[in-house]
């Protein structure tokens, strides 16, 4: 303790309990979530200027983290959630290293622009009290420069323009005399002027206005809207991703390969592959009364989680609020058994935009909740609604 010293970022509450308590079983085991309490409290630190912790002496320090809260993130703006949840005294409620990645990505892109007039600090007056700084260096001898040659008159050039002028005259005169003319050349006409290239063979349907209906662009043969790459000035998508400006008025990374499917009666815009499903509602329904309640949503009206509520085997868990900006955020995990007997996993995610809610949801196999975590985090992070 004496050599570590009174630092918060050192003395996570699963570190403390050993020296607090003298027995260190009865503390947490010691991972990397006690890295991430180091994480929340250098954060506090360099927003807030002072620890969340007095730091006089290492006894009451570990004593205090043990026992008491960390002081409220005030004065940390957006991150106060993220910096909070680090400092949670019971490791287990702290977000892992994913989630969090996920959550300062979305900080990071729903941030303002800086609005760029800066005023500088102006120079400190100079203190006469003070002595100047000299600074002293050996005599610098430059390169010396041999004596210039003198000049050979300009003959050369003018012999090479008057070279080039000669052999450009030659070859115009040359192709006047022996080139054959296109009308007189008697040739037949390439393939790129033939006329079986821009009219149709005897015999055989000719392609005019009724004999196809063009293509509606921006349609699949299907009928469905089909989905277009973001402009390249968006932000890039991930690696394997493309972001799709969707035709419903919304932008989101999906995987490549991803299939989408026409909007349908409950609003749903669907992205699939084999078993794996990326639903987007772009705000179908309006927020109702005065403030949005995106956790409320979820938990109890959200369509998309009528399988789970009506399942007859269901759990549901890590479930989250958050508030990005003025945008209060919902993610959560849902398992439940489908009407065919499978197990489904899937993440869910819901904001209030607009006066209305949005909803991003990707649902899986149970056993590849990896792949729908991965497709869950780039899509979230990556959704612009009003594209």
Known sequence: MAVVGPLTERWAPEQAAGPVHGN??????????????????LLYRAVQGHAPYPEDSVAELVEMVCAEPPAFAED???????????LRQDPAERPDFEELRGWLRSLIRSAPEPD????????????????PVVRRRGDLHGRHRNPAAPRRPRSLGRLLLVGVLVLLTGGVAYAMLFLPRAADSGQQPTAAQSPAASAPAPGSPQQGPASKPAQTPGRTPGGAPESKPAPQGDAPAPEGYTVQQDPAHFAIAVPNGWERQS?????QVRYTQGQFTLIVV???DRVE????DPLGYQKDKEPELAPYRNSTWASGGD???????QQLRVTGRYTWIDAAGRSLFARNFVVALGGAYHVVMVTGPEDNQDKVTDVFEKATASYKAGG
């Open 282 to 284: 772009p705000g179908r």
């Open 24 to 41: 260190w079983q009865l503390a947490a085991p010691v991972g990397p979530a006690a890295d991430l309490w180091a994480l929340g409290a």
């Open 76 to 86: 940390c703006g957006p991150l106060r959630p993220v910096v909070e949840s680090l």
């Open 319 to 325: 479930v989250k609020s958050t508030k990005v900006g």
């Open 116 to 131: 760029g007039d800066f005023a500088g600090l102006p120079m400190p007056d100079p203190d006469p009290a003070r002595l």
């Open 289 to 292: 009364g005065g403030d949005p």
């Open 263 to 267: 909007i349908n009666e409950a609003g």
